[in-house]
């Protein structure tokens, strides 16, 4: 069974670095095809996809945020960690990490991690 | 990027009756390799994480009820609900994984008439 957990803090100020880690369970990055995504959905609007790890340590990333985040995984650890730079309140969003295999759908979710952006 | 626009923005339907959602992508998903098309699915309700219901365009994951369908090839696609039910109610996402960006739809509210 997979499971998946986000974690972080839930209030950041403006300007500052937003550090997330997803902690999973029920598969590994030593499968070939893994990959963990992240995806984030504003209070009442839609998801957005932000940035997928795959089990080579290939990435991809939103081209509109590229500049601002950093996936990295820790396989010993069983994470994956997404960074973002300089919020802004337009970041505060539930943030969700899913599981996938290469080359499909995201199959397994986490809960996901409500993070505000204020001051 | 590969833009999923979905049809319509909100749907109030009977209980009973049919619910039909449609998506279509800026671009064809369709991989001519395998002629596969790279097109999920996915119910939200509130509070809760999306929930994948479809992939390949029209393979039902497992233990989704077979009321729900998915057709469609190339750049146009539809979710049908063959006859509502009440836990039905909730926001539905098509997503394209042809190729990154993995881009979402804007979403589908689905209500009770």
């Known amino acids: 069974q997979i499971t998946l957990k986000e974690s972080g803090p839930t209030l950041v100020k403006p300007t500052q670095t937003l550090t997330l880690t997803c902690t999973f369970s029920g598969f590994s990055f030593t499968t070939t095809g893994v990959g963990v995504g992240w995806i984030r959905q504003p209070p009442g609007q839609a998801l957005e996809w932000l940035a997928l790890?795959?089990?080579?340590?290939?990435?991809r990333y939103s081209p509109s945020l590229q500049s601002r985040l950093t996936i990295t995984k820790d396989s010993s650890k069983n994470q994956v960690v997404l960074t973002m730079t300089n919020v802004d309140p337009v970041d505060t969003a539930t943030y969700y990490c899913?599981?996938?295999?290469?080359?499909?759908?995201?199959?397994?979710w986490g809960q996901g991690i409500l993070v505000t952006v204020s001051s | 990027d590969i833009v999923m626009t979905q049809s319509p923005d909100s749907l109030a339907v009977s209980l009973g009756e049919r619910a039909t959602i449609n998506c279509k992508s800026s671009?064809?998903?369709?991989?001519?390799?395998?002629?596969?098309?790279?097109l999920a699915w996915y119910q939200q309700k509130p509070g809760q994480p999306p929930k994948l219901l479809i992939y390949w365009a029209f393979t039902r994951e497992s233990g989704v009820p077979d009321r729900f369908s998915g057709s469609g090839s190339g750049t146009d696609f539809t979710l049908t609900i063959s006859s509502l039910q009440a836990e039905d109610v909730a926001v539905y996402y098509c997503q394209q994984y042809y190729s990154s960006p993995y881009t979402f739809g804007q979403g589908t509210k689905l209500e009770l008439k």
């Open positions: 790890i795959f089990w080579d340590d290939d990435k």
């Open positions: 899913a599981h996938r295999l290469q080359p499909r759908w995201f199959d397994s």
């Open positions: 671009q064809g998903v369709l991989y001519s390799s395998n002629s596969k098309n790279y």
